[in-house]
């Protein structure tokens, strides 16, 4: 079961099909929307979120959270906008809603800053439960209520998170299913300064691997760890990876295991050669496990390793908070 079927409530029956022609016509733009439209592809195959515009789908293609929402159609009862306009559809128990909300809120107060608002809809959810949660955000967001998940049947999507770009018109732009990360945001910022450019088909990329994606660092600046000696660390926005060092000898079984010592943080791990090349990573992920391991790897030879602790989708993901890592050895 992937990270996102995980934590979402199925709540409708789809509504329509999506198009199979491409809306979306080439531009001078294209390469920018191609590199937007493949790296939110790409996490949402590792996150099983998925995205869809005009003839385009983003993700898994089997996804079963793909919503249904025919685009030759027009959102009634939000055709009177001042400008494009993301629909956050959220509730207080939905994990990944809470964890996306700091994010969305920030884009909503620097109007100025992006090329389109934010609204927030409650849904699935009592009034006085919705409060509470508000009572501690910044005052200034656009909210409205949908106890009975109205917008979200009427779409046809099956979970929440969802975000909902449309035109002043009513027009539906974008709809993504799943957390909406900095990548997710850049895409949306495209589409509504630039809506029905760029193209991109998933063919293209079928032969690209969605792996974690470790930012560049030296190897002077890796923490030294040793074997069955644990070590604490905390992860944020502004660093969202750690590195550290060891020394291992060929055919040594190591395996190293991170816990999260925080209930928000999606915790992951990397082993790496001194080359820089990938040894080991989790198979699969599961974002309510609160631990994540390498077990029992071999090591090909005398020489310096690397473990990257990071979180879950990295410089992109949404978790912080503190960990602690383990290494043994035999």
Not at 30 to 49: I, K, M, P
Not at 75 to 98: F, H, K, M, Q
Request: aromatic share 10%; glycine share 8%; charged share 25%.
């Amino acid at each position: 079961m992937s990270r996102f079927l995980t934590r979402l409530i199925v709540i409708v029956l789809l509504v329509g099909l999506l198009p199979t022609s491409s809306g979306y016509a080439q531009a001078d733009d294209t390469d920018e929307f191609e590199a937007l439209a493949l790296r939110v592809h790409l996490l949402n195959q590792r996150s099983g979120d998925f995205t869809t515009l005009p003839g385009i789908e983003l993700g898994d293609p089997d996804s079963q959270v793909k919503p249904a929402w025919p685009y030759e159609k027009k959102l009634t009862g939000w055709d009177d906008l001042e400008r494009p306009t993301l629909l956050n559809i959220w509730a207080s128990w939905c994990g990944p809603c809470v964890q996306e909300f700091p994010h969305l809120t920030k884009i909503a107060l620097a109007p100025d800053d992006h090329a389109y608002d934010v609204i927030f809809i409650n849904s699935l959810e009592t009034a006085n439960d919705a409060k509470r949660f508000l009572a501690d955000q910044p005052d200034g967001i656009q909210i409205k209520m949908d106890p009975d998940g109205v917008l979200l049947n009427t779409v046809g999507s099956v979970g929440i998170p969802t975000n909902i770009l449309v035109q002043p018109d009513g027009t539906v732009l974008a709809i993504h299913v799943g957390s909406f990360t900095n990548a997710h945001a850049a895409l949306f910022e495209f589409v509504a300064l630039h809506p029905g450019e760029g193209s991109f088909d998933p063919a293209d990329y079928a032969d690209v691997e969605p792996t974690a994606e470790i930012a560049e660092f030296e190897a002077n600046d890796a923490l030294p760890i040793a074997f069955d000696e644990p070590i604490e660390g905390e992860l944020s926005d502004d660093l969202f990876q750690q590195v550290y060092q060891f020394e291992g000898k060929a055919g040594d079984i190591v395996s190293a295991q991170v816990s999260r010592a925080s209930d928000d943080l999606e915790p992951y791990v990397i082993l790496l050669d001194e080359n820089g090349e990938r040894l080991a990573e989790p198979a699969e992920y599961y974002y309510y496990d609160p631990a994540v391991k390498l077990d029992g790897v071999i090591l090909p030879e005398d020489g310096t390793y690397f473990l990257v602790v990071t979180r879950f989708l990295e410089a992109d993901g949404l978790s912080h908070g503190s960990y602690t890592l383990k290494l043994t050895r035999g």
